[in-house]
């Protein structure tokens, strides 16, 4: 899967909150149900849980503890491989990059749409919105075309940037910020529509009554709107975090359109576990690297549920 | 003067917002144009030029019968993966949305704190273990390598949970049970009717992730005839000459791809999700909504 594209309904959770906080209430269950029928109802999802979700993991961390070197050779291999620290490098590069610019950008975005005329404002985010639709290997080949000095539309900022051929565009350097496009471009629509969704929420009265205390737009913007949306934002941050370290598709789609670039098989964690596996058959120290990236995501995810309030569920 | 400082402030914010437009809408209609032109009229005329409707004929029959008709195959090998994904989800979480919603059972909170962890743990982070556990029962180049691993949706399962817990009134199944109703008939004659908009709602969320899915049959699948359509686009990227050109030395027999071919490529693969999205855009709607407006 690419890097995280926003699930287009985490909408749901904050309104569905009312909803749930009032299934909470019920702490005895309703007359007549069965105490059993429950575990019918969950069967099968339970047992895909446990085969493709618990499963995975365990055995990952049963292969990456196995090993004839002592307790944690897999770990140590892996850290002093000489291509781990330069693919965890990439990533938080492409990571630092990324967070950086969607979180302005799609604040700022979502800030001057809100401040727009409804209509207007629904047309511009269904533009946004439509990279979503490529997901994965569609949208790399989309941007290696806008990256083609020589068919891009965008071909004058290229030139303008000093980049005339394909291989200039994609030199080495440059792939932690092509990634990060490639990343907003596909992204940022979602969290738009959802951070817009939020300002919506806010009562017409207050906006109302920042506008007779002679609150300007900015002023607005700033002091009310973006308080409101705040929790949405670090939300975005931490789930683009989690994901940016799972980085995949775009390094190694782009590594096939060769051209004589140097982006190699092992340039992001993820591609490095998968280069030793299938590669040399390691599979304990590519275990070693997926428990640490899955550690990365556990304890990001874990964060979120228990401290972020983002899921009050009961 | 407070007048023009704020028509300037407009202006800017006008400008601003054009420009992302620009970002965001531009590479979808050059995609859209490429197929209608050659590979010179790419270089030459205008990028927003329509090049004909006979080039953009004879784009699509080059890339449907690329290399013996890989590209149907593909199709086919996605529709097989997603439609199967998406029927093991839509089994799985929609029965377990009403059980964790609706029923009381021992480990309930715990399930439900196990599946919002997973549910926004990035997927990708357990394809390598799943891998590892596919490769060591067996199961690694089968359909049930990606079918299962795609069936099992914690964010369908959540879904569910939200949709059942807020919309289903509880008087109805009380009333049910009380006239002697048992669980399961609950369930099959009032809950499923009642429940068609999450169905759809996590039918299409399924499909998508399906759909769009590469890492995992990436390392799952291992020739041609299994490949889906987001690892055979990567496949064309390789036979297309403007990337790859060193592979094709003058008079090589091989048949090269050009770049308004793999356009033509990208937007067959992308049109399901397109065509579903549009179709289900006021049902998809109502559903996400669903769980906001009783509860």
């Known amino acids: 899967m690419s890097v995280p594209s926003v699930p287009a309904v985490p909408g749901v959770r904050t309104r569905a909150r009312r909803g749930s906080r009032a299934a909470g209430r019920r702490e005895q269950p309703p007359a007549g149900v069965s105490r059993t029928a429950g575990y019918f109802f969950v069967a099968l999802y339970v047992v895909l849980l446990l085969a493709l979700g618990i499963a995975p993991v365990v055995y990952a961390i049963y292969l990456a503890l196995s090993s004839s070197g002592g307790f944690g050779a897999n770990f140590s291999d892996a850290f002093n491989d000489y291509r781990f620290l330069p693919a965890f490098e990439h990533v938080l590069e492409f990571i630092a990059l990324w967070l950086v610019s969607q979180t302005i950008l799609v604040v700022a975005l979502v800030l001057m749409l809100h401040s727009l005329a409804r209509r207007v404002g629904a047309v511009f985010r269904f533009l946004f919105y439509i990279p979503g639709a490529l997901a994965g290997a569609a949208?790399?080949?989309?941007?290696?075309?806008?990256?083609d000095p020589t068919a891009s539309p965008f071909a004058f900022i290229l030139h303008w940037l000093g980049y005339a051929q394909f291989d200039n565009t994609i030199a080495p350097g440059n792939l932690p910020a092509i990634f990060a496009?490639?990343?907003?471009?596909?992204?940022?629509?979602?969290?738009?529509?959802?951070m817009y969704g939020a300002l919506n929420n806010i009562p017409h009265e207050l906006l109302e009554a920042a506008e007779i205390d002679g609150s300007n737009a900015f002023q607005t913007a700033f002091r009310i709107k973006l308080p409101l949306i705040r929790k949405w934002v670090v939300y975005m941050l931490v789930l683009a975090f989690?994901?940016?370290?799972q980085l995949f598709v775009e390094p190694t789609v782009l590594g096939s359109a060769?051209?004589?670039?140097?982006?190699?098989?092992?340039?992001?964690?993820?591609?490095?576990?998968?280069f030793l596996a299938s590669q040399y058959d390691e599979f304990n120290e590519a275990a070693a690297i997926s428990i640490v990236l899955l550690a990365f995501g556990l304890i990001v995810a874990a964060i979120l549920v228990w401290r972020g309030r983002l899921f009050e569920v009961e | 003067m407070a007048l023009p400082r704020r028509h300037a402030i407009r202006f800017v914010g006008l400008v601003i917002l054009l420009f992302f437009t620009a970002f965001f809408f531009v590479p979808i209609i050059w995609l859209l144009l490429a197929p209608t032109k050659t590979d010179g009229q790419l270089l030459t005329e205008s990028p927003f030029a329509f090049g004909s409707l006979s080039t953009l004929a004879h784009t699509f029959h080059r890339i449907v019968t690329y290399s013996g008709d890989s590209l149907l195959i593909w199709l086919k090998n996605s529709a097989i993966y997603s439609f199967g994904g998406t029927a093991v989800a839509i089994l799985a979480a929609i029965p377990a949305g009403y059980g964790l919603a609706l029923t009381e059972f021992i480990g309930r909170r715990t399930l439900l704190g196990i599946t919002l962890v997973v549910m926004i743990m990035p997927a990708t982070a357990l394809v390598l273990p799943l891998f590892l556990e596919m490769n060591a029962i067996g199961l690694v180049g089968t359909i049930w390598s990606l079918i299962l691993p795609f069936g099992f949706f914690p964010f369908g399962v959540?879904?569910?949970?939200?949709?059942?817990?807020?919309?289903?009134?509880k008087d109805l199944l009380a009333a049910a049970r009380i006239d002697g109703a048992k669980e399961w008939g609950v369930f099959r004659y009032i809950a499923v009717p009642l429940a068609r908009p999450i169905i759809g709602l996590v039918g299409f969320f399924a499909f998508v992730a399906s759909w769009n899915n590469f890492f995992l049959p990436f390392v799952m699948t291992y020739d041609n005839s299994q490949y889906p359509l987001q690892i055979g686009l990567q496949?064309?990227?390789g036979s297309t000459a403007s990337f790859n050109p060193a592979n094709y030395s003058a008079g090589s027999s091989v048949v090269v791809l050009h770049r308004p071919d793999l356009a033509m490529a990208v937007i067959i693969a992308i049109a399901p999700v397109v065509i579903?999205?549009?179709?289900?855009?006021?049902?998809?709607?109502?559903?996400?909504?669903a769980g906001a407006t009783k509860g």
Not at chain 1, 242 to 245: H, R, S
Not at chain 2, 158 to 169: M, N
Not at chain 2, 276 to 289: E, I, P, S
């Open chain 2, 158 to 169: 959540y879904l569910a949970y939200i949709y059942f817990s807020s919309t289903i009134p």
């Open chain 2, 235 to 237: 496949q064309l990227i």
């Open chain 1, 139 to 147: 949208s790399v080949i989309v941007w290696l075309f806008m990256l």
């Open chain 1, 242 to 245: 989690a994901g940016g370290t």
């Open chain 2, 276 to 289: 579903v999205f549009l179709f289900a855009q006021r049902t998809l709607v109502k559903g996400m909504l």
């Open chain 1, 258 to 274: 060769a051209l004589g670039v140097g982006i190699s098989k092992y340039w992001s964690p993820n591609q490095l576990g998968w």
């Open chain 1, 181 to 194: 496009i490639m990343a907003f471009w596909t992204g940022a629509g979602g969290w738009i529509v959802v």
